[in-house]
């Protein structure tokens, strides 16, 4: 298109708006009467990101708001909020001591945020539920006495091992700024619910990196009107092919309407700071956790590089924009991100917040589902990521374990493989390392030590945690409604919090290694997971020589990590490492051992087992993220078991999908 058609068009789409605006603010009056039976006075009707915002002065309407969104929503296909204009709210000082009034002291508030842009007031609670009161009796009494919109976040819990910096920060960062936050919704709200200029006809998706490989997943997906943006990673086993094509002609920042986030590994979310660098200011959405798993992320491997003087690829700032412009979203809630595609999120399983995307475009013309990384079995921290949606055409899934060789053990055997690890290098007075994501598997193995030391089934031995692992923990205790039932209902109700045990000790200073590795035989969780920088690279030096000693990988090793080349080599081996410029050589003389089946990602047999009952059939499946030959062997089995058209793309290449 020509820059003159795109100037054009431009003005043309603006004009739209407005006119569409004046006839919404009728509509919507009309709706409100049918529903209500009165003439309620709108006195504005606004486009805040993907919501439409209904500013009202009629206080009763306001309060009986509750009864009528849902209705109003349905009506206009579109996520409603009802707001009182903000010169009717009580005084903050004031609101608070009603509050007060309202919910009783066992709730333990923290700390409160008026957030006076939108109306709401964000309560920092202990007990979150003591606040809510039974059926929300609270919340509509605080509605009603402030006029303020009350939401309840929990606090996160403070221990030894569960610091919680990183929530603050993130929490004051997106409630701090609420003016800002507010124009770009505003501004964002204007582009998502413009008028389409063409009635679209086709759908293609471009792949920027993850494809034949795993790391840098990016996936372009594009219409006539729309460009949507599927995960912005990095890939940690590689110092050329490290980041996606962001420099393919198809991708336009300016043209971008949304960038969506499926999980907060940096192989999905390591390059979105990035695009703020590079002026991208719209959209992105992912789940709360995953907006603050990936701020913890992101800030840990600036960090680590700045410390092992690597070049930093963004810094602090682009990653507070990034926050700033982070919509969060909650699974099963359909949302309009652009005037044509709407996504929907749906548990995957696989890290706290993970999500499953499903994509709607135009009404009716098409219908993708990414899974982005996903587990298709229960695990102590989640449950199993869902199979069934409203419709489908396009399957886009990840193929990590994509080979027969790949099928993982019963969780319960490797469960006893790791503690058997385990106990023989403590009985032999060594020290075990085991190198985990700080994310996802972390937890996963801290809540595996914890039952087997409480069952006696684990030698006693002190337990280290190093990396951000403590910070990790803290999000997992703030969103106990993301996580499986059965830890929700310990945290929730029986207040037996696994990671706040007192078997855990952190450790976050390089003086503090050593000492640990003086003073006897140990446990160490240690990120990164795969040896690419961190704590974990250290304790595998200084620990690597003595044969008393063990590393356990329990998390799948990408090419041309260190973490892949100990494995490769084993005890006995040499391994090449850097440190401040200068390389050395490392014989391993310490065990080495791999334990599969904890893996976040589905196996062999669970992929198969997903292409098969995923509901509705697909027509097209598109592998994605995993060695070439992983990738073609899925391809090929989901192929003949199925009988669909599989696609294996080639980073930078176009699938037309429709
Ligand atoms: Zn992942």
């Known amino acids: 298109m020509t820059t003159y ?13 407005m006119m569409e605006e004046e006839g919404l603010q009728q509509k919507i009056s009309r709706v409100i009467y049918d529903l209500t039976g009165n003439f309620v006075k709108i006195n504005s009707v606004r486009y805040e990101g993907p919501y439409i915002v209904i500013y009202t002065d009629n206080i009763s309407f306001f309060l009986e708001s509750d009864n009528y969104i849902a209705e109003i929503a349905k009506v206009l296909k579109e996520r409603v909020v009802i707001r009182l204009e903000r010169s009717l709210l009580l005084d903050p000082k004031k609101a608070k001591g009603e509050i007060e009034k309202i919910v009783q002291k066992e709730a333990n508030i923290e700390r409160y945020y008026f957030d006076s842009v939108f109306g709401e007031v964000i309560i920092e609670a202990g007990k979150p539920g003591l606040v809510i009161g039974q059926k929300g009796e609270n919340l509509q009494k605080i509605k009603e006495r402030t006029l303020w919109t009350p939401k309840v976040i929990r606090k996160p819990v403070e221990s030894k091992i569960v610091k919680s910096s990183i929530i603050h920060a993130v929490r004051h960062i997106v409630y701090g700024n609420s003016a800002q936050r507010l124009s770009f919704y505003t501004k964002a709200g204007g582009r998502i619910h413009r008028i389409p200029v063409f009635k679209n006809s086709w759908v293609r998706m471009i792949s920027l990196g993850g494809s034949k490989e795993v790391g840098r997943s990016c996936f372009l997906l ?5 460009n949507i943006l599927l995960d912005c990673g990095i890939n940690l086993g590689s110092k050329r092919d490290f980041l996606p094509y962001l420099g393919a002609p198809e991708l336009d920042i300016d043209e971008l309407d949304a ?47 700045r410390k092992e003087g690597r070049p930093l690829i963004y810094t602090f700032k682009d990653i507070e924009e990034e926050l700033l412009h982070t919509i969060p979203l909650e699974y ?10 709407k996504i929907t999120f749906y548990n995957a399983g696989h890290v706290l917040g993970s999500a499953i995307t499903h994509i709607h475009i135009g009404e009716g013309l098409h219908n993708i589902v990414y899974t982005g990384d996903f587990k298709f079995e229960r695990t102590l921290l989640l449950e199993r990521s869902e199979y069934r949606f409203p419709r489908l055409e396009t ?9 027969v060789k790949n099928i993982l053990p019963p969780r319960e055997k490797s469960e006893a493989l790791l503690i058997e690890y385990i106990n023989k290098t403590l009985r032999r007075e060594g020290t075990v390392l085991i ?3 700080g994310v996802g598997r972390a937890q996963e193995i801290l809540l595996i030590l914890e039952k087997n030391f409480n069952r006696k089934k684990l030698i006693e031995a002190p337990v280290y945690v190093d990396g951000m692992i403590a910070e990790a923990n803290a999000i997992h205790t703030t969103y106990p409604s993301f996580l499986s039932e059965s830890l929700r209902n310990k945290i929730l109700h029986r207040s037996m919090n696994p990671f706040t045990s007192e078997l855990f000790t952190p450790i976050s200073s390089r003086e503090a290694r050593l000492d640990i590795l003086q003073q006897g035989s140990a446990i160490i969780l240690a990120t990164s997971g795969m040896l690419t920088g961190g704590p974990s690279v250290e304790y595998f030096k200084n620990m690597a020589s003595d044969q008393r000693n063990s590393i356990i990988f329990v998390s799948y090793q990408v090419n041309g990590t260190l973490g892949r080349e100990v494995q490769r080599q084993g005890k006995g081996g040499n391994v090449y490492m850097t440190n401040d410029g ?21 196996d062999w047999m669970q992929l198969l087992s997903y292409a098969g009952k995923i509901q509705p059939k697909p027509s097209r499946v598109i592998i994605v993220h995993g060695e070439k030959s992983k990738s073609q062997e899925l391809a090929h089995a989901i192929r003949s078991m199925r009988k669909i058209e599989t696609t294996v793309p080639t980073n930078l290449e176009g699938v037309r999908l429709c």
């Open 582 to 602: 200068r390389g050395e050589i490392i014989r391993i003389e310490m065990d080495v051992y791999t334990v599969e089946g904890f893996s976040g990602h589905s």
């Open 435 to 437: 190198p985990v994501l």
């Open 259 to 305: 960038v969506v986030v499926s999980h907060a590994h940096l192989d999905h979310c390591g390059a979105v700071p990035l695009l703020f660098k590079y002026g991208y200011r719209g959209p992105v959405y992912c789940t709360e956790p995953t907006r603050d798993l990936m701020a913890l992320l992101q800030l840990d491997y600036i960090e680590v590089a």
């Open 222 to 226: 594009q219409t006539q009107e729309s």
């Open 5 to 17: 058609e795109n100037l054009h068009l431009k003005i043309f789409k603006e004009k739209g708006d």
């Open 395 to 403: 399957l886009i899934m990840e193929s990590t374990y994509g080979s």
């Open 332 to 341: 099963e809630t359909v949302t309009n991100i652009s005037p044509e595609v």
